[in-house]
Structure formats: C-alpha cells, structure tokens
C-alpha cells in the first residue's frame, strides 16, 4: 500500500498519464498480483507495448530487451537527422522507462546471450518487437557488384548505427545515384545525398558521413519506380520537403503524370494518394525540368523496373542500371494495379545504386516466421504456429509492430498495433492462460537477472543510456549539433560503464 | 429540493463565518487560483497543473472575478447585515446560474429550469433564483470551474470543450482562450496522446470534432497539418490535430471525439483528480 503510495507520487511529479494506475481487482488493500512481461526489442513497438501494459495492469512489470547499448530502435538509427521532430517522441518512451515497473536491458541479443524458451521460461509473456533488420532483395544479376547497398544500410550508415560504421559507400566516383523505390526511406537517402551541407553540418548526422558527402560527387539522383506517380509510396510531408529543397531542379516527364480512369478511381479512394500525386503534378509543371543554374537534379523516373546491374569498366563496380519499361494492369485477384514489362530496355548510368524495396525480418531460433510475408503468423498480436489455418495459438509468446504487420508504417502505426497485442494479452492474463498450473513460477526480473549473469553478458541498464545520451549531447554542443553520437560498439560500451 | 438547499445555505452564510475552503466535496464558494490573481491564494503558488505561459492571467478576468469575489465575500466578514448580504447571495446566485447556463450550453446540462431562470436574471437586478440542484452540485464538486464569467457573456476568457471517448464516456473541461486542444487535455489528465509535442510530424492528437457547425468555425488545416492527417487512423471529414486547434470564444460548447485508436486502453475505476 504505502509501496502504492510511492509510486503514485512519484508518477504525480512526473507525468500525468501515468496516473493511469490499471484496474483495481477485488480488494485492492493487497498488492497487485504481478504479471511479468518480457519485450525484445525497444523501438516504438516495444515501448508503447510497455507504455500501454502498465495502463491495462496494476501488476505489470516489463523488462525490455534490445542487442544494442541504446534504446529506441529506428528513432534513433532510421529517422533521418534533418527530421528532429519526429524523435520527440523519444522524451515519452524515456518516461516510460523510468516507471519504476520497467527495466531496460540493452546489449542483450535474443539468440545469443539468451534464447527465447528461457524467456518463456522467466515471463508469463515475451512480446516480440524486435523489428525488420533486414532487406527484401530484388534478385537480379549484378546486385552483389560494389556501389550497391541497401538503404537501410546506408541510413544506419549516417545515422550512426555500430553495425554500419564502417560501410564506408564512395560518394566520389559519379555524379549520378539511383534509388530503387519512392517510399520514404528512398527521399530520405536522396535528400541526404542532395541537401546543402551546411544545413546538415547542425543535425545529428554522424561526423564521417558529413565528411564523406562534403567530399560527394553526386549531383544526380534518380528515383525509379515501377508504377505510375498516382501509386507513388511516399507521403504529402516528405515529398513537399523534397521538392522544396534549396538549388536542386526537380525532373519529372509530363507523359507520366497522364493517368488512367483505374487511377482516378484509386485517387479517390485514396487521400494520401491524391495528395502526393497533386504534388508531383505541380512540381511538374513549375519546374519544367530545365536546370538552367547548374543546379542538382531530382529526376522522378515512372514506370521503369531494373532488371539488372551493369558493372562499370573495372568489372566489380556498378556501372549503369538496366531498367524495362512497364505498364500497369489491374491484378484480378488483389484489384489493384500492378506493373508488368513491356520488354523495351535503356539504361541508366550510375556509380551508387541504394536499393529501397522494402525491409525484411529475420527469424529467430523457436519462432514461427511466414518466409513469404517476411513476418511472424499472428492473430491479433497472439503469435501462431503457423500461416496455414490449422495453426494454433502459441502460448505466452506476442508480437508487435514491423515484425507483426510488415516494415510499413510510421511511428503512430505502433500505438495502435500495441493496443490490439496489449489487448490480446491482458484478455488472455483474465482468462488465466498465462498461469497455467502446470507452469514453475515465473521469476521475471530477477530470474532474467541471474541468467545474465550466469552467462556473463554485460547489459547496459537505462542508467548506462543515460551516459551515453549525456556525453552525446555535450559532445555535440562543441559542434553546434543537437548530439554527436557515438557510433562504435567499443564506444558505446565505454561510455556507458562510465 | 433545490429551495430547501438554499435556505439552509443562506442561513449559514448569515450566522457563520463560513470556511474558504475548497476541494471536492466542500463547499466550494471559491474556486482555486487559476490565474495567479492575488486573493487569499498568493500569487507565487499557483495550482501545480496551470501551465507556467498562463500566470500572467487575464486582467480583465481579475478584475471582474474581484468584484465578484473580493473581500466583500459573506464568510469571510463574520455576520454581517442581512441587508448586505443579500446583494452578495444573489450575486451568488447569479454566478451560480451562469454555471448552470455554461453547462447547459455544454451540452451536460439540458434544465428548462435553467432556461427560466437565465429570463429572470435579466429582467431583475436582485432577482430571488432557485439554482437547479444539479447545477449547485456542478459549482460545488465540478472539477474545473470557470472563474471569469462575464456578466454579459460577451469575450470569454475560458470555453468549455467536452471530450468524448469511444466507449460514450465524456469530459467536459474548461479551457482558457488561446490554449490548444492536446495541451487542455494533458492539463485535465484526458488520455490524448502527443507523440511529437506539437511539432506536426505525428498523428497521435488526432480529434474528430462531432458537431459540423463547431468544425466551421475553425480556420483550414495548413498544408502541414493535412499532411499528418493524411496519416490519421480512423480520419473523418471533420478530423482535426487537438495541437492544432486553438481555444476560441467561438467554440464554446465544442465537442471533441477521441478516434478509438487514441484512447488510451481504458481502466475500470479510474477517477479523474480534482482540482
């Protein structure tokens, strides 16, 4: 009770929300029974599912477990440096982390330092929220030639993440990049290679990539997708922020703004799609794609699906894209467009090719996984056996956000994804099936804890964070940056057992 | 019922020094500093839930709020005259209607006696009221009270918006002029989320605003704003960002729907704090 009071108080001088303190059950004089809940992975998927645990439970306690020294997943390694105010939201999920019913556990990689039957064992329920690491490949000739990653791999690249530091991509040996895909992701890597330095020298950005893009030699880059704009995957915000940018001459053909009557019809279905489509139609016709100031170029290449990579003279690089022309057809099955070849070919030259296609999630060791979809069978958040429809439901074991939905989505998609898997398993603690009699008692923490250290995995606590994020921080005042991050595993360890 | 209430009332006005006490469950003839307006409660400790950009207050509002409730106030003088008192009770009175007027324009409160009485203010200058019942226990136990009400209610300074969840559970919170809908609600511990504090880069505040009339009045979404609504889960013609929207004395009344997506997962037995 008086442990009640503490709590109370203390979430009172804190945050109102978590005022919030979860349902009384029967006579609450007695403390709450308490559910212990494991979250592998501490990106907004993990986080808001905590969030949202200590809300529906009095109980609840969540650990939070993620292979890297630092939280947040791709708030921090995915969002791009100029868009700090998408990583607000990381001031919420550090108040969540300091509820005193949650403990962050960083370093602590599922597979390795602990598997996922020893977390079944410890916790009445393991959510997965471990995400999409990951990238679906085209599987065409060629895509193993130098020059080409995935642009995942380069957002962790100038975003600092220790498994991409040393990707080291060549920005010097062309003027032209291609980025396979209009979602997002590639007008984030196309901004990046495109914006002024000196707007990018006061972001988070890492210190080597700004290096290497002062150092840049691209002053073309080419997005290419395979169908029209009216489909384009992007959204009204990043592409206005992109066709806006300071001395770069937008490029797009007249010929593909021209839309069919099944486009209109997804137009109006589609707020988001008519939206964007508005916008690159203005673009169009504003620009003219005349570069008059030799200015860089932003060309929106329609229509085009690469078929495969041409290396350039030295034989290993990539020297130029082999693109089909497509046309679209309605899918009778799905009902919406897709692109079909039409067997004309060009090429287009390029010295850097950043594949956007789409994220994957890898399996894991005990985990059903659906290779197809790239994602864990699910229903409603409770994991499955399997895809097919005789599967059943695999006890105490959840999962959220990419790994649940597939790598689509924004931040906000997470809040509710959570809601539906916290939902799940909360109805399921009612109905007692995450405290089957035939189960040993489940030790949570302490147990997680003393598996820890029976295995001599060193973890990082939220505290050790907090180092990181601190020296961060001063680091990149001398810089007139928000941060300067740290971006080694060496590093980063370091830093946190200061 | 409700005359019994406020002769029992005005008896002790006249032979009591009444306490000055609020809270709920008291009675509460004065409603807690919200404007940092040096009364009893001294400036320098302002309720802890006001945001710090408000203490400045409104002087208009002060003013009116000291004429209504300076020392002048029954308790705080012992037991005055009768002849005395009673201008202050039907002050009392009158403020005690404009509640019940708010509420019902609020939509909480739908009294054809309050409609009655509100005729009578106007056409006596000590007019002999009967205050619902209902609305003396909004005045006594209400969790937010309006503090500056304009005799002629004209140019509020607060407006009274209800927040209404999925579940058809409501809120009505009284908010200051100039403040956004997503700050009133974390003011008044309604669970609306604000994943980017107000920056446009996220969805999270999501409110449908029920009456069409109401979704008018407003300016047009920016560019930005559309934007993020393209985003929205559960967006409907007359979906806004509660960042976005901004107290006006024009949305008196307003009535705010929280997308089933934003509520966050409601929790039995939850009461709401008082002021």
């Given at each position: 009770?008086?442990?009640?009071?503490?709590?109370?108080?203390?979430?009172?001088?804190?945050?109102?929300?978590?005022?919030?303190?979860?349902?009384?059950?029967?006579?609450?004089?007695?403390?709450?029974?308490?559910?212990?809940?494991?979250?592998?992975?501490?990106?907004?998927?993990?986080?808001?599912?905590?969030?949202?645990?200590?809300?529906?439970?009095?109980?609840?306690?969540?650990?939070?477990?993620?292979?890297?020294?630092?939280?947040?997943?791709?708030?921090?390694?995915?969002?791009?440096?100029?868009?700090?105010?998408?990583?607000?939201?990381?001031?919420?999920?550090?108040?969540?982390?300091?509820?005193?019913?949650?403990?962050?556990?960083?370093?602590?990689?599922?597979?390795?330092?602990?598997?996922?039957?020893?977390?079944?064992?410890?916790?009445?329920?393991?959510?997965?929220?471990?995400?999409?690491?990951?990238?679906?490949?085209?599987?065409?000739?060629?895509?193993?030639?130098?020059?080409?990653?995935?642009?995942?791999?380069?957002?962790?690249?100038?975003?600092?993440?220790?498994?991409?530091?040393?990707?080291?991509?060549?920005?010097?040996?062309?003027?032209?990049?291609?980025?396979?895909?209009?979602?997002?992701?590639?007008?984030?890597?196309?901004?990046?290679?495109?914006?002024?330095?000196?707007?990018?020298?006061?972001?988070?950005?890492?210190?080597?990539?700004?290096?290497?893009?002062?150092?840049?030699?691209?002053?073309?880059?080419?997005?290419?997708?395979?169908?029209?704009?009216?489909?384009?995957?992007?959204?009204?915000?990043?592409?206005?922020?992109?066709?806006?940018?300071?001395?770069?001459?937008?490029?797009?053909?007249?010929?593909?703004?021209?839309?069919?009557?099944?486009?209109?019809?997804?137009?109006?279905?589609?707020?988001?799609?008519?939206?964007?489509?508005?916008?690159?139609?203005?673009?169009?016709?504003?620009?003219?794609?005349?570069?008059?100031?030799?200015?860089?170029?932003?060309?929106?290449?329609?229509?085009?699906?690469?078929?495969?990579?041409?290396?350039?003279?030295?034989?290993?690089?990539?020297?130029?894209?082999?693109?089909?022309?497509?046309?679209?057809?309605?899918?009778?099955?799905?009902?919406?467009?897709?692109?079909?070849?039409?067997?004309?070919?060009?090429?287009?030259?390029?010295?850097?090719?950043?594949?956007?296609?789409?994220?994957?999630?890898?399996?894991?060791?005990?985990?059903?996984?659906?290779?197809?979809?790239?994602?864990?069978?699910?229903?409603?958040?409770?994991?499955?056996?399997?895809?097919?429809?005789?599967?059943?439901?695999?006890?105490?074991?959840?999962?959220?956000?990419?790994?649940?939905?597939?790598?689509?989505?924004?931040?906000?998609?997470?809040?509710?994804?959570?809601?539906?898997?916290?939902?799940?398993?909360?109805?399921?603690?009612?109905?007692?099936?995450?405290?089957?009699?035939?189960?040993?008692?489940?030790?949570?923490?302490?147990?997680?804890?003393?598996?820890?250290?029976?295995?001599?995995?060193?973890?990082?606590?939220?505290?050790?964070?907090?180092?990181?994020?601190?020296?961060?921080?001063?680091?990149?005042?001398?810089?007139?940056?928000?941060?300067?991050?740290?971006?080694?595993?060496?590093?980063?360890?370091?830093?946190?057992?200061? | 019922?409700?005359?019994?209430?406020?002769?029992?009332?005005?008896?002790?006005?006249?032979?009591?020094?009444?306490?000055?006490?609020?809270?709920?469950?008291?009675?509460?003839?004065?409603?807690?500093?919200?404007?940092?307006?040096?009364?009893?409660?001294?400036?320098?400790?302002?309720?802890?839930?006001?945001?710090?950009?408000?203490?400045?207050?409104?002087?208009?509002?002060?003013?009116?709020?000291?004429?209504?409730?300076?020392?002048?106030?029954?308790?705080?003088?012992?037991?005055?005259?009768?002849?005395?008192?009673?201008?202050?009770?039907?002050?009392?009175?009158?403020?005690?209607?404009?509640?019940?007027?708010a509420e019902t324009r609020a939509g909480n409160l739908r009294?054809?006696?309050?409609?009655?009485?509100?005729?009578?203010?106007?056409?006596?200058?000590?007019?002999?009221?009967?205050?619902?019942?209902?609305?003396?226990?909004?005045?006594?136990?209400?969790?937010?009270?309006?503090?500056?009400?304009?005799?002629?209610?004209?140019?509020?300074?607060?407006i009274s918006v209800t927040f209404v969840n999925e579940?058809g559970s409501e809120k009505t919170i009284s908010v200051?002029?100039?403040?956004?809908m997503?700050?009133a609600a974390?003011?008044n511990?309604i669970?609306l989320?604000?994943?980017?504090?107000?920056?446009?880069?996220?969805?999270?505040?999501?409110v449908i605003v029920m009456d069409v009339n109401y979704y008018n009045k407003l300016?047009?979404?920016?560019?930005?704003?559309?934007?993020?609504?393209?985003?929205?889960?559960?967006?409907t013609?007359t979906s806004r960002?509660g960042?976005?929207v901004?107290a006006?004395?024009e949305l008196d009344g307003m009535r705010l729907a929280l997308p089933?997506?934003?509520?966050?997962?409601?929790?039995?037995?939850?009461?709401?704090?008082?002021?």
């Amino acid at each position: 009770m008086a442990r009640g009071l503490w709590f109370l108080s203390r979430a009172v001088g804190r945050l109102r929300p978590l005022l919030v303190q979860g349902p009384t059950r029967g006579f609450s004089a007695s403390a709450p029974e308490q559910l212990h809940v494991c979250v592998v992975g501490s990106g907004p998927a993990g986080f808001y599912t905590a969030d949202r645990m200590f809300k529906g439970h009095e109980g609840a306690q969540v650990d939070i477990i993620d292979r890297l020294p630092t939280p947040f997943g791709l708030v921090r390694s995915g969002v791009a440096p100029d868009h700090p105010e998408t990583k607000i939201v990381v001031n919420q999920f550090s108040r969540v982390a300091a509820n005193g019913r949650c403990s962050f556990f960083g370093n602590v990689t599922l597979g390795r330092d602990i598997s996922l039957s020893e977390l079944h064992k410890t916790y009445h329920a393991v959510v997965l929220a471990y995400g999409a690491e990951s990238d679906r490949l085209l599987g065409i000739p060629g895509e193993d030639l130098k020059g080409i990653h995935s642009a995942r791999e380069f957002v962790w690249w100038y975003n600092g993440h220790p498994d991409m530091c040393d990707l080291c991509p060549d920005l010097k040996n062309t003027e032209s990049a291609v980025a396979l895909g209009q979602g997002n992701v590639a007008l984030d890597v196309a901004r990046i290679l495109l914006r002024c330095k000196a707007e990018l020298a006061t972001t988070d950005i890492t210190d080597y990539a700004l290096d290497a893009l002062r150092g840049s030699t691209i002053r073309k880059v080419y997005l290419v997708g395979r169908r029209g704009p009216v489909q384009a995957a992007c959204t009204a915000k990043e592409l206005r922020e992109i066709l806006g940018l300071k001395n770069v001459c937008i490029c797009i053909k007249e010929a593909d703004l021209l839309t069919t009557p099944a486009d209109e019809e997804e137009m109006r279905n589609s707020r988001i799609q008519r939206r964007v489509y508005e916008l690159l139609s203005k673009a169009a016709s504003a620009h003219g794609g005349n570069n008059y100031n030799d200015q860089k170029e932003l060309h929106f290449v329609f229509f085009r699906r690469p078929t495969r990579f041409i290396p350039a003279e030295n034989g290993s690089t990539i020297g130029a894209v082999q693109l089909e022309k497509t046309v679209l057809k309605g899918d009778e099955v799905t009902g919406k467009q897709v692109a079909v070849g039409t067997g004309e070919f060009e090429d287009l030259k390029c010295g850097l090719v950043l594949k956007s296609i789409g994220y994957k999630s890898l399996p894991v060791q005990g985990l059903p996984f659906d290779k197809n979809r790239g994602v864990v069978p699910n229903l409603r958040g409770r994991v499955l056996s399997s895809e097919s429809e005789t599967a059943t439901v695999e006890r105490g074991l959840y999962v959220v956000g990419w790994l649940k939905r597939g790598p689509t989505g924004i931040v906000a998609t997470n809040l509710h994804c959570a809601e539906e898997t916290v939902a799940s398993i909360l109805e399921d603690d009612k109905k007692g099936v995450l405290r089957p009699p035939s189960d040993s008692k489940k030790h949570g923490r302490t147990g997680l804890l003393e598996i820890l250290e029976q295995k001599n995995v060193r973890f990082v606590p939220f505290s050790g964070w907090e180092k990181i994020d601190s020296m961060e921080r001063m680091a990149g005042q001398l810089r007139n940056k928000p941060r300067e991050k740290i971006t080694t595993w060496d590093g980063l360890q370091k830093a946190a057992n200061e | 019922m409700g005359w019994a209430l406020f002769s029992l009332y005005t008896y002790f006005l006249q032979w009591a020094a009444w306490p000055i006490s609020c809270g709920g469950g008291g009675l509460c003839l004065q409603t807690p500093p919200r404007h940092g307006v040096s009364r009893p409660h001294p400036n320098s400790s302002p309720s802890p839930s006001f945001p710090p950009s408000w203490r400045g207050g409104h002087a208009a509002g002060s003013r009116r709020f000291r004429t209504v409730r300076s020392p002048s106030f029954p308790g705080s003088e012992g037991a005055g005259s009768a002849t005395a008192m009673f201008p202050r009770i039907s002050r009392l009175g009158a403020r005690l209607l404009r509640e019940s007027r708010a509420e019902t324009r609020a939509g909480n409160l739908r009294s054809s006696r309050g409609i009655l009485y509100q005729g009578h203010v106007n056409r006596h200058s000590t007019p002999v009221v009967t205050p619902t019942v209902l609305s003396l226990r909004n005045v006594l136990l209400s969790t937010t009270t309006s503090g500056d009400q304009d005799e002629s209610s004209q140019a509020k300074d607060k407006i009274s918006v209800t927040f209404v969840n999925e579940d058809g559970s409501e809120k009505t919170i009284s908010v200051p002029v100039g403040m956004s809908m997503l700050e009133a609600a974390h003011e008044n511990d309604i669970e609306l989320e604000g994943a980017c504090e107000g920056s446009l880069a996220c969805s999270t505040c999501h409110v449908i605003v029920m009456d069409v009339n109401y979704y008018n009045k407003l300016e047009d979404p920016a560019d930005e704003e559309n934007d993020m609504l393209d985003l929205a889960f559960g967006l409907t013609e007359t979906s806004r960002l509660g960042c976005q929207v901004i107290a006006k004395p024009e949305l008196d009344g307003m009535r705010l729907a929280l997308p089933v997506a934003t509520r966050n997962f409601a929790v039995d037995g939850y009461v709401p704090k008082p002021h």
